[in-house]
């Protein structure tokens, strides 16, 4: 069965820093891109970040936050920097079903909360 | 950037209803679409992707099409574990971008 499952979430005065990690099982992790999706309180769904053999970015996020993952560890990340209110959300990572850059398995979500 | 104009952004239905949301996408994106299903507090599930193939374990009541850039999915008789927000997202090129949501209410 496959299980993503985040942490790392938290409150972070702006200007801070968060990482956050997924642990994944029940697949072979270092074959299957990943992505980082999030949603504001009340608001739809925004796409963040993803990794393949490359990484990608919105622009919202491009030079303040970096997608990484350890394949030995089974584990995906998102390093969050000059964190800012409106990053404020639930961040849910997501494993890329097949060839299409659509999303299978998305983990629970861990919230992050920016705010002074 | 690909704009995904969703449509409606709410719908009150009854059990047994046939439900239509829409998505246009701002260009071509071939059949590189996906559809969401979101209920309250829960992550969302994968119902449809590649425009109108249905995921595994996905009841058949769910189905998906194209024409062109607008894209259709349909819920051919509603049930009650179907009342939730519905989304649309585009997989053909990056920034991957989603639709505004379409929440299926009791009515």
């Known amino acids: 069965e496959v299980q993503l499952l985040e942490s790392g979430g938290g409150l972070v005065q702006p200007g801070g820093s968060l990482r956050l990690s997924c642990a994944a099982s029940?697949?072979?992790?270092?074959?299957?891109?990943m992505s980082w999706v999030r949603q504001a309180p009340g608001k739809g769904l925004e796409w963040v970040s993803a990794?393949?053999?490359?990484?990608y970015y919105a622009d919202s996020v491009k030079g303040r936050f970096i997608i990484s993952r350890d394949n030995s560890k089974n584990t995906l990340y998102l390093q969050m920097d000059s964190l800012r209110a409106e990053d404020t959300a639930v961040y849910y990572c997501?494993?890329?079903?097949?060839?299409?850059?659509?999303?299978?398995?998305w983990g629970q979500g861990t919230l992050v909360t920016v705010s002074s | 950037d690909i704009q995904m104009t969703q449509s409606p952004s709410s719908v009150s239905a009854s059990v047994g209803d046939r439900v239509t949301i829409t998505c246009r996408a701002s260009?071509?994106?071939?059949?590189?679409l996906a559809w969401y299903q979101q209920k309250p507090g829960k992550a969302p599930k994968l119902l449809i992707y590649?425009?109108?193939s249905l995921q595994s374990g996905v009841p058949s009541r769910f189905s998906g099409s194209r024409s062109g850039t607008d894209f259709t999915l349909i819920i051919s008789s509603l049930q009650p574990e179907d009342f939730a927000t519905y989304y649309c997202?585009?997989?053909?090129?990056?920034?991957?971008?989603f639709g505004g949501g379409t929440k299926v209410e009791i009515k």
């Open positions: 997501a494993k890329r079903g097949g060839a299409n850059w659509n999303f299978d398995y």
């Open positions: 029940g697949f072979t992790f270092s074959s299957y891109a």
């Open positions: 990794i393949s053999g490359n990484e």
């Open positions: 260009q071509g994106i071939s059949n590189w």
């Open positions: 590649a425009a109108s």
């Open positions: 997202q585009q997989a053909n090129s990056f920034p991957l971008t």
